[in-house]
């Protein structure tokens, strides 16, 4: 059995013969120790928008500068720079 409390989720120790108001009002903790937190990480839609919005951002001030051929490059470059940005900024929470 375990018990939940605020610290975590902590393994009980039961003697036999030992009957369910018992555990309740005194349980046996065994070990202390909580389970590690996870770090938190971002999502993949998240990670998608950022690239992707970057993609958008290079391809409409491609457009602008250099018509079809320019919207190519500036969608290349915006989506390798949101990549960069995506990778460097990953794990900062």
Do not use: F
């Amino acid at each position: 059995m375990y018990l939940v409390d605020n610290d975590g989720l902590h393994p009980i120790q039961l003697n036999e013969g030992t009957s369910r108001p018992e555990v309740i009002s005194t349980p046996v903790i065994v070990q202390q120790a909580s389970a590690p937190r996870r770090a938190a990480k971002r999502s993949w839609e998240k990670e998608v928008l950022i690239i992707g919005g970057s993609a958008g951002a290079g391809t409409a001030i491609g457009a602008l500068a250099g018509g079809k051929k320019g919207a190519g490059v500036g969608a290349a470059a915006g989506g390798v720079g949101g990549l960069i940005y995506d990778l460097l900024t990953r794990d900062k929470k």
